[in-house]
């Protein structure tokens, strides 16, 4: 079986290396040791020093040559939006205070996993709040390695 031992970040592989994608939810995309298959169906195992959490567009080395590409997997998640920056911050506030992953959106609002409880609290505080399928990356925080997406 294939071991893929070392990751390259987004957009520093180029794609003629590719041999297949592999697709994964935000939980699956932080692992360090596990069985994996390919979206072709081959497998592999993944086999990192430490637990390192993989990005949309980061390409694991295979030992044999050829990479795979990290796909993030459209989840059940809730995009949530307000008028306002300062009602964006307080709904973000509140969702932080439960220790929530969010992602912020490009377009101001964020992005939790659904939760029905969740949903409720922030169209409770006047957030509007749409469920969809849709790719999760949430913020790493501020304790994160560097602080940056670095796999150094």
């Given at each position: 079986?294939?071991?893929a031992?070392?990751?390259?970040?987004?957009?520093?592989?180029s794609?003629?290396?590719?041999?297949?994608?592999?697709?994964?939810?935000?939980?699956d995309?932080?692992?360090?040791?596990i069985?994996?298959?390919?979206?072709?169906?081959?497998?592999?195992?993944?086999?990192?020093?430490?637990?390192?959490?993989?990005?949309?567009?980061?390409?694991?080395?295979?030992?044999?040559?050829?990479?795979?590409?990290?796909?993030?997997?459209?989840?059940?998640?809730?995009?949530?939006?307000?008028?306002?920056?300062?009602?964006?911050a307080?709904?973000?506030?509140?969702?932080g205070?439960?220790?929530?992953?969010?992602?912020v959106?490009?377009?101001?609002?964020?992005?939790i996993?659904?939760?029905?409880?969740?949903?409720?609290?922030?169209e409770?505080?006047?957030?509007?709040?749409?469920?969809?399928?849709?790719?999760?990356?949430?913020?790493?925080?501020?304790?994160?390695?560097?602080?940056?997406?670095?796999?150094?």
């Amino acid at each position: 079986m294939q071991r893929a031992t070392t990751i390259l970040q987004a957009k520093s592989w180029s794609d003629d290396d590719v041999l297949s994608t592999v697709t994964l939810t935000f939980d699956d995309r932080f692992r360090r040791r596990i069985k994996m298959k390919a979206d072709d169906g081959s497998s592999f195992l993944l086999d990192l020093a430490e637990a390192t959490r993989l990005e949309e567009g980061d390409a694991l080395i295979l030992e044999n040559g050829g990479v795979i590409a990290v796909k993030a997997a459209e989840e059940d998640v809730l995009d949530i939006f307000c008028q306002t920056a300062a009602e964006t911050a307080r709904i973000a506030w509140h969702i932080g205070n439960r220790h929530t992953p969010v992602q912020v959106l490009e377009e101001g609002g964020l992005r939790i996993t659904y939760d029905h409880v969740l949903q409720h609290m922030v169209e409770g505080l006047g957030a509007i709040a749409t469920r969809k399928q849709a790719a999760f990356s949430p913020e790493p925080g501020a304790y994160a390695e560097g602080n940056s997406h670095d796999h150094g």
